[in-house]
Structure formats: structure tokens, C-alpha cells
């Protein structure tokens, strides 16, 4: 759970539950969403018409999605952050060099979020997009964030938003995570071996300033069968580090 308002007010919350129940339901009608809420059918449409009236709800027939708007606000605050304009370049230029997947990442409210994607021509289709959030844990990209973390606040994210699998392999032990997040500490990088979606290997190497702290995590992402032994353990994890590098320089030069 996030950090709770000290006097939240409830039309908003109620609003941003509307917007996210559209998400998960794709797209819908009152009546499914009211019942999908457990909210009376005349409040969900009064929200759904406001919404629609201030253009961040689209109706079509009797149905109703999230509207393209929103997209207008998260370019917006993405391309506020100076790690992004920084690192984009890099991670194309990583995409391109393997030919696979690369991913930027930063964190907030505990979540990874997915700022810039850049396919090579090998990379794979993966359920994740720009803006995406994804537990810390279950990710390369993640966990190179998370090893670089003050303790307190590991603890504040893992109590908030706990341990869930994705797969088999997810790490779902607080002493599980605290051995992986000292090996990506001892070596500088950190791999996902089909803990968040089956079937992919990704490795990742965290973005640090001068004085140590994390703005975020860059990553390459493949197939179990492309990602194998020299590769996956040597090579690709050199090639991210020296994409990182060269981030890590520019921020500081800048």
C-alpha cells in the first residue's frame, strides 16, 4: 500500500479508481464497471461523463475506455527527467549492438516504471510498454535499483507492495532478495532468469551519480535461448555495464 493521505479526499480517489478499473477491464460499460466496483450505477456514470466531458474517458456506443490524454501527461513528466534525455540515446544504441530488447527504468511509490524501450532487430514482443510498472523484485532492472537503496527504504517497499511471483522462479523471501540484491552489489549488475515472465533472461546495471545514488537501471532482454552460458554471463552483462558507464559519465558532466 502507498503512503496514505493525511486527509485524502474521497471524489478524487474515487476518481482514479474509475480510471484504473478502465484499464484492467480494457474497456467497458456503466453497468459492468458498477458492478466491477461495487458502486452504485448512477455514481459511476456521473464520474464516467465528467471524465468523458474533460476528454480523459472516450465513449464509443455504450462503451467507455481511458482516453489518449493521458498519454499527454506522462510524456510530459517523462521527458521532465533529465536521466531520460541523458540515457535514451545510450539504450538505443544498446538495442541496436545486441539486437535484442533495451530497457530504461526508474523507481517510484516502489514500483519499476518502464520510461524508454528500444527493440534491436532480434527483440522479442514482451507485455511490458513505456509507462508499464512492475514490481521491484521480479526484475533485473528492479533489483539493480533496489541493491543501491537505502535499507529503510527496501523494507518501506517491501512492506507496501510484498514479495508477490510472477513465476516459478521469483524471488518470494526476504532472505531470498536480500542474497540477490549483495551478488548484483558484488558485481556491479543484476539478472532475471524467467522471474517475471517465462521464457525470458534479462540483465541489468543501475544508474548511479558520483555520490552513490540510484536514478534508475538499464537492461537488455532476450530469449532463454538466445541469453545462454558466455553470453548471458559475460558478455551481454559487459556490454550494459559499458552502456551504464557511459550514462554514469554524461550525468555527471552534464
Request: charged share 25%; glycine share 6%; proline share 3%.
Amino acid at each position: 500500500m502507498a503512503n496514505r493521505a493525511k486527509n485524502p479526499v474521497k471524489t478524487t480517489t474515487t476518481t482514479f479508481t474509475i480510471v484504473e478499473a478502465l484499464k484492467e477491464l480494457d474497456s467497458c460499460g456503466v453497468t459492468e464497471l458498477a458492478n466491477h466496483l461495487q458502486l452504485p450505477k448512477s455514481t459511476v456514470h456521473n464520474y464516467l461523463s465528467t471524465l468523458e466531458q474533460e476528454e480523459y474517458v472516450k465513449k464509443e456506443g455504450n462503451t467507455y475506455s481511458v482516453g489518449i490524454r493521458f498519454l499527454e501527461l506522462g510524456a510530459y513528466a517523462r521527458d521532465c527527467m533529465q536521466i531520460y534525455d541523458i540515457a535514451k540515446t545510450e539504450v538505443d544504441r544498446l538495442a541496436d549492438e545486441t539486437r535484442e530488447l533495451a530497457n530504461l527504468m526508474i523507481e517510484e511509490h516502489g514500483h519499476g516504471v518502464y520510461i524508454h524501450q528500444a527493440k534491436g532487430e532480434q527483440a522479442v514482443q514482451v507485455d511490458s510498454y513505456v509507462g508499464t510498472r512492475v514490481d521491484l523484485h521480479a526484475t533485473a532492472l528492479g533489483k539493480s535499483i533496489l541493491a543501491h537503496l537505502p535499507e529503510d527504504r527496501i523494507d518501506t517497499i517491501v512492506d507496501n507492495h510484498g514479495l508477490p511471483q510472477c513465476t516459478e522462479r521469483t524471488v518470494s523471501t526476504r532472505e531470498e532478495l536480500e542474497n540477490e540484491l549483495e551478488l548484483v552489489r558484488k558485481r556491479g549488475y543484476a539478472t532475471d532468469d524467467e522471474e517475471r515472465l517465462k521464457g525470458l533472461r534479462c540483465v541489468a546495471a543501475p544508474i548511479q551519480t558520483s555520490d552513490g545514488r540510484v536514478l534508475g537501471a538499464v537492461s537488455a532482454s532476450g530469449p532463454v535461448n538466445r541469453m545462454q552460458e558466455e553470453y548471458f554471463e559475460n558478455e551481454l552483462p559487459n556490454r550494459v555495464l559499458e552502456t551504464v558507464n557511459v550514462i554514469e559519465l554524461n550525468v555527471t558532466y552534464s
